[in-house]
């Protein structure tokens, strides 16, 4: 059974820092694209950013570009978003996913999803 599980989740404040964490298991995911999607209340769902299986490509939203990072330890099966300079706006549940490439991810093609974890940012 494929399990995709978020942490790192909680309440900032406004142009604070926060780090997620998605632990995989029973997959490895060494040829999967990974990403973080985020659902704020009434609006659909988005994806934030993307990495692909190898590390070397990435994909960010306009909307985090320059405050988000996302990386990968495949040895691990973990996958990491790093958030800074928080807006309100961020205020989200972030999902973790996985895809068979970057593309399919963006077309919300996903293979895998994670419970989510909560972020919320105060000002």
């Known amino acids: 059974q494929v399990q995709l599980v978020e942490s790192g989740g909680g309440l900032v404040q406004a142009g604070g820092s926060l780090r997620l964490s998605c632990a995989a298991s029973g997959v490895t995911l060494s040829r999967d694209a990974m990403g973080w999607f985020r659902q704020a209340p009434g609006k659909e769902r988005e994806l934030a950013a993307a990495i692909s299986w190898s590390g070397a490509g990435t994909y960010y939203a306009d909307s985090v570009k320059g405050r988000f990072t996302i990386s990968r330890d495949n040895a691990k099966n973990m996958v990491y978003l790093q958030m800074s300079s928080l807006k309100e706006e961020d205020t989200a549940v972030y999902y973790c996913?996985?895809?068979?490439?970057?593309?399919?991810?963006?077309?919300?093609?996903?293979?895998?999803w994670g419970q989510g974890t909560q972020v919320t940012v105060v000002s």
């Open positions: 996913a996985a895809a068979i490439s970057v593309h399919h991810m963006a077309s919300s093609s996903v293979d895998y």
